[in-house]
């Protein structure tokens, strides 16, 4: 038997009605909050995602799934959305009719990390991205946006921890320092780490190596190198969060795994996920428009992590179920001939509704109605037929009526 290949799942028919009411509710938040949908292909250039993620970052080292085309083309299954949302930000010149854009995307990712729990290797996001706005209330408007999903979808031991990077301006003073710190580390740093030290120190933060988790405690902070500009930009979004109750925790280590980030980043941590419990994630990138080739927009943005989120809500699936309103036991030949067209009406009028076409005993036609959880089952014979009248049986309270079998649809439907 061919199986699923190692690192991707199925999402079953049991779990999948509740991943329709979780997108259905961000979608509707997005929308709300003034983001349009974009769809993007699963597919792009290479060196699209090595130009804006970064070349030292775990995703673009190791991570992706990159095959030449017949063609001869380097191609690569999307890691994550914000390379492709740019590029047809660019491509398609949408800053042009508006510079503020708000575009959002849902969809699936590709990394080749290593399978375990919370971690596939085809994972789905929500990724929200605005285009256009240097004030950083947009940074506490996405940050709301996340944060009012969370709420909304009523999970505890939610965190969401903070930070700036800086900018061009005074980033590289604290890379400066950074490297004077890590110049006495070499001992602890992991292979991957020693290499990043001169070219990308800041990289040195999201190694999950133990061992350079435990150098970077004591490595100096970001927040006490930021240049003015930048201080104000992120005391500005501290504030906005605080005027809407959002609480947070500022954490100078929260580099994220992506090169172009720039002042805000962001992290939503659940409890009860185990090692890999980061939710979403995001921040602004103000140079990678134009690095990307386009107008020198500013942006920010995030993505939500579907699968983790999953694995928090569930024990909720049920009750998201679509089950059939109406199952309609008919017996005899008769009775499953008029039936097939009630079958057919209900369903022009949206009534969901299922029928048996073996013509089983009524007992094992109300099993069937049982296990699909109907919430009336009608039940009609040849004889039934014959009297013009059904029986209606509310599968709740176990009442039972007759109705007429003349119109019947349209009587039903009415109830
Ligand atoms: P992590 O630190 O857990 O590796 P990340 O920083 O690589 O996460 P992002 O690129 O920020 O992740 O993506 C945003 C969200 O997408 C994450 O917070 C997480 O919920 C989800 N995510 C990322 N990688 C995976 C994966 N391999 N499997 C499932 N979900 C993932
Ligand atoms: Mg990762």
Known sequence: MIKLVRGFKDVLPAETALWQHVEAMIRELLENFGFAELRIPALEHTELFARSIGADTDIVE??????????????????????????????????????????????????????????????????????????PRADAEVILLLMTFMDRLELSGIKLHINSLGCPECRPRFKDALKSFLAGCSEQLCSDCLRRRDGNPLRIFDCKVPACKEAMQDAPSILDHLCNACQRHFYTVQSALERFHISYETDHSLVRGLDYYTRTTFEVLAEGLGAQ???????????????????????????I????????????????????????????????????????????????????????????????????QAS?????????????????????TKDQENVSVQDLVNVVVKK
């Open 277 to 303: 419990d980061a939710v979403a994630g995001g921040g602004r990138y103000d140079g990678l428009v134009k690095g990307l080739g386009g107008p020198d927009q500013p942006a920010v943005g995030f993505a």
């Open 376 to 396: 009336y089952v009608l039940i009609v014979g040849d004889r039934e037929l014959e009297d013009g009248a059904a029986v209606l049986r509310n599968m709740n």
């Open 62 to 135: 190791k991570e992706m799934y990159t095959f030449t085309d017949r063609s001869g083309d380097s191609l690569t299954l999307r890691p994550e959305a914000t390379a492709s949302v740019v590029r047809a930000y660019i491509e398609h010149g949408l800053y042009a009719k508006s510079p503020v854009c708000k575009l959002y995307t849902i969809g699936p990712m590709f990394r080749r990390e290593r399978p375990q729990k919370g971690r596939y290797r085809q994972f789905y996001q929500v990724n929200a991205e605005v285009f256009g706005l240097h004030d």
């Open 305 to 372: 992590g579907l699968d983790r989120l999953m694995e928090l809500l569930v024990g909720r699936a049920q009750g998201f179920e679509k089950r059939p309103h109406i199952f309609i036991a008919a017996l005899g030949p008769r009775a499953q001939d008029e039936a097939f067209q009630w079958v057919q009406d209900f369903r022009m009028q949206n009534v969901r509704v299922e029928m048996d076409f073996e013509d089983r005993s009524l007992k094992a036609q109300m099993r069937r109605a049982n296990k699909l």
